[in-house]
């Protein structure tokens, strides 16, 4: 009897070696913002997810104006709107450069930016999104026709692809990054909402250390693996927030 | 009809069937409402869209689903979401068959400035300098002179550029032109604009092309290179 109870006992552990492994979550859940972004020093540089006030890591961004680290490098495609989003942390004036595309809705930037108060990087989109991406894919310069010929190629290196000026990008990594997705599980996976994607998978690759705030957390295997559109290794952080408040910046809505 | 209205809708005449395109924020936005439902196309917004749909129906705004203008819009059946690289990917990668964009100035040889107003205006060039260089057409609008009466197309531009020599045509309140290889040519002029007109209000050097004719009902009196 004995022996078919050993028997049975090692079949079981084969099939459960066999099968299909279950990942428990690595210990990246935090419950308290404040406790997400303590490490954050001065003269940190952070990049943020978002475009416009869409995808924008509310609480995160809340939670760094309430401990006030300044002297901040920024690195965002936007910098919110005057009483929100990176607009908050612009306003409360802990920002000491800023590396974006367009920031031509914030009237404070406009100030700051025209008094010296702040330094600014103007970077053409697709080149920012793309020195993000670099920075995170250990890429660290690239070529690219976009500036060329315009201010922004001064001082930079040119070369000739196929008859054709290219200008060189570097990429960027930040000490922290700061991303918003819509649902995530234990392990870091994230999965983004339409419009809100937009910067934030790249962000969640090229932060020293990325924190993650999601509408949603899942439990591990909720999310399919084929729809995973940030593994978690990029992330070593994640918390959930609620009642995003998700400001509208511009409603248009169909003539009747 | 304003000089807006003249301007789209001889914009949206360069948009064909099966055409990925990207319209600029501004004025380039609001060629998507003149669209002729028999036109089939892909509308791109390079903040992660392919397949912008109308604005909503009042009520059923999403926060999550904006334009490059951060506006609120729809996305059509079909439409695709992608993240910033993977847009720019597909503007740079000359993906885009069409992108259509405001200007400031345009320069003869094709150059376009659209991104600032040194120590006025310094919103920052957004995608436009991307856009000019991976579209596979550029056309411009813009109004023809600015408020002081002065002509926007010019020999040089004066303003910082977004790119150089990127300009396939440029479409005004008063006229069309292309760029080639051998200048800057008048195409067409808007109707009821005379040559001469365009002549007086442009800066910018040009030919003019044969099919502008008399036929066209338009005296030519000045001689043909300008």
């Not at chain 1, 009897?1 to 049975?8: K, P």
């Not at chain 2, 979401?81 to 990917?89: G, I, K, R």
């Not at chain 2, 002509?151 to 032109?177: E, N, Y």
């Amino acid at each position: 009897m004995s022996i078919i109870n050993n028997i049975i006992k090692i079949l079981k552990i084969k099939l459960i070696m066999q099968g299909v492994k279950i990942l428990t979550g690595q210990g990246k859940i935090i419950t308290d913002f404040n406790e997400a972004i303590q490490d954050i020093q001065d003269g940190a540089t952070i990049i943020v997810g978002g475009f416009g006030l869409s995808g924008i890591p509310e609480y995160l961004i809340l939670a760094l104006r309430e401990k006030g680290t300044k002297d901040l490098t920024i690195v965002s495609n936007n910098c919110g709107v005057d009483d929100w989003g990176l607009g908050l942390l612009l306003a409360n004036k802990q920002i000491k450069k800023m590396v974006a595309s367009y920031v031509g809705e914030n009237k404070i930037f406009e100030k700051q930016f025209l008094s010296g108060e702040l330094e600014v990087e103007l970077v053409p989109q697709g080149t920012l999104a793309e020195r993000i991406r670099a920075g995170g894919a250990g890429i660290p310069g690239f070529y690219t026709p976009t500036g060329v010929g315009t201010p922004i190629a001064e001082g930079k290196e040119h070369r000739l692809f196929n008859g054709r000026t290219h200008i060189l990008e570097e990429g960027i990594v930040g000490d922290f990054a700061f991303v918003k997705a819509w649902k995530g599980d234990p392990l870091g996976n994230l999965v983004f909402r339409k419009t809100a994607r937009n910067f934030n998978p790249l962000a969640a690759t090229a932060g020293r250390i990325t924190i993650a705030e999601v509408e949603h957390m899942v439990e591990v295997g909720a999310l399919d693996s084929d729809e995973i559109h940030t593994p978690g290794i990029y992330v070593q952080r994640i918390l959930e927030g609620k009642n995003y408040v998700k400001r509208i910046e511009r409603r248009t809505v169909m003539r009747t | 009809m304003d000089t807006r209205t003249i301007i789209i809708k001889r914009a949206v005449q360069e948009i064909q069937n099966g055409m990925n395109v990207n319209l600029g924020i501004g004025m380039p936005t609001l060629i998507a409402n003149e669209i002729p439902s028999e036109v089939h196309v892909l509308l791109q917004s390079e903040n992660g869209l392919l397949g912008i749909g109308p604005y909503p129906v009042e009520g059923m705004e999403d926060p999550d689903l904006i334009n490059a203008g951060k506006e609120t819009v729809t996305a059509v059946i079909g439409g695709s979401f992608f993240d910033s690289a993977e847009s720019f990917a597909m503007i740079r990668g000359g993906h885009i068959d069409l992108a259509i964009l405001g200007g400031m100035e345009v320069s003869e040889q094709g150059d376009l400035a659209n991104w600032m107003i040194p120590g006025k205006m310094v919103k920052g060039m957004g995608g436009a300098m991307d856009l000019v260089h991976g579209a596979k057409r550029i056309v411009v609008i813009m109004e023809h002179t600015n408020k002081y009466n002065e002509s926007k197309i010019k020999k040089s531009c004066t303003l910082p550029l977004t790119g150089q020599k990127v300009v396939h045509r440029l479409i005004t309140d008063l006229a069309v032109f292309d760029f080639t290889p051998e200048g800057m040519i008048l195409l067409e002029t808007q109707e009821g604009v005379t040559i001469d007109e365009v002549i007086e209000k442009t800066e910018a050097s040009f030919t003019i092309s044969a099919n502008l004719t008399s036929d066209n009902g338009y005296v030519q009196k000045a001689p043909i290179t300008t």
